[in-house]
């Protein structure tokens, strides 16, 4: 009771003064609080000019770069979501023109090629350095045509993508006049994903009706590694390819289809697969028993130089090189693969 009147006449104008030492103390932790309040005042105020400042930086590379500062702060998380066994959202919905300017696209005919490139990241814009198509080369985005720069519209990634340097080449020989590239790949998806039932299929049938499915000449699958680094089991592996076949050939696809042997070295330590590993050996089922279906390039094989790629999984621009002239063969002469047909 003692301590409670002394507070109550700390708090009058007629303090005796054997209460002194509570009022100063009062005035001393009121000061303090102050003070505290104060600080943490100034530290909001440098957090927010902080961040404007940062803001401001990134808004000043995107418009250099022509690529969103959205996605570079993204892509800090890319690495989380793969531990987590999670993947990006469909990309074209983290994708804008961003500065490009539309150009007509070039006349539909024989000697057009208009591909579907979807899959996992190395059909995405993960090459190390970037490249600028020849002239008649097209990225066809959200209803219009660009010429082929990367990184190129519709995928993930915002460095070089290996279709760039596959549809200059392909024009470069004279096997079509003209390339338009509709590319929807994301970086770690799985089979079941781009399978009917999977959160990427209503993506890829987007793309499809973006255009007509008919309209396609050509489709190029690049996907593999991330059923083999979870060990799906081959016959799920087979039996969801074969399901997105389906699913391409009841929506109207009635082009060529290309399947890529790729599995392995997108490990920690880019370890090399072995031939005809689960993975490897039911994609070329899927090429076997499916009609319409051919070999792809066999990245397993051909790209497995330490130059060929730049952090043990993607490519450098020699390895797209390479890449690129496999797939040209590729296409230059479909091969299904007949001999386990049956």
Not at 59 to 70: D, E, I, L, M, T
Not at 176 to 194: E, K, P
Not at 309 to 336: E, F, N, Q
Request: hydrophobic residues 45%.
């Amino acid at each position: 009771m003692a301590c409670c009147r002394r507070w109550a006449a700390a708090r009058t104008s007629a303090a005796h003064p054997d209460d002194l030492p509570i009022a100063a103390a009062s005035a001393n932790f009121q000061y303090l609080h102050d003070l505290e309040h104060s600080v943490r005042h100034w530290r909001t105020i440098a957090a927010v000019s902080g961040l404007i400042t940062i803001a401001y930086a990134l808004g000043v590379w995107s418009q250099a770069a022509h690529w969103p500062p959205a996605t570079f702060l993204a892509r800090i998380g890319d690495p989380i979501l793969r531990f987590a066994g999670l993947s990006r959202p469909p990309a074209d919905a983290e994708s804008e023109p961003f500065g490009r300017q539309p150009v007509a696209c070039p006349a539909a005919g024989e000697r057009t090629m208009v591909a579907l490139v979807f899959g996992q990241s190395q059909a995405a814009n993960q090459v190390r350095e970037r490249f600028v198509g020849g002239s008649q080369v097209f990225n066809y985005f959200r209803g219009h045509c660009y010429e082929a720069v990367d990184p190129l519209l519709g995928t993930g990634g915002d460095k070089g993508n290996v279709w760039t340097l596959i549809g200059t080449e392909l024009v470069e020989q004279k096997r079509f006049d003209a390339v338009v590239l509709v590319t929807i790949a994301i970086g770690g998806t799985s089979i079941a994903q781009w399978a009917p039932g999977g959160k990427s299929h209503a993506h890829l049938m987007s793309a499809l009706t973006a255009i007509a499915p008919a309209f396609f000449s050509h489709v190029f699958i690049a996907q593999g590694e991330t059923d083999f680094l979870s060990q799906t089991p081959p016959e799920n592996y087979f039996r969801q390819f074969a399901a997105l076949i389906t699913s391409l050939r009841q929506s109207g696809v009635r082009a060529p289809i290309f399947v890529a042997i790729e599995s392995g070295y997108c490990d920690t330590a880019g370890t090399p697969p072995k031939p005809d590993n689960p993975i490897a050996a039911a994609q070329k089922r899927v090429i076997a028993t499916q009609d319409g279906v051919y070999f792809g390039a066999d990245m397993d094989a051909a790209l497995n130089a330490a130059s060929d790629r730049y952090d043990g999984c993607h490519m450098t621009a020699s390895g797209a090189r390479k890449l690129s002239r496999l797939w040209t063969k590729a296409i230059a002469v479909p091969t299904p693969d007949k001999q386990t047909r049956n």
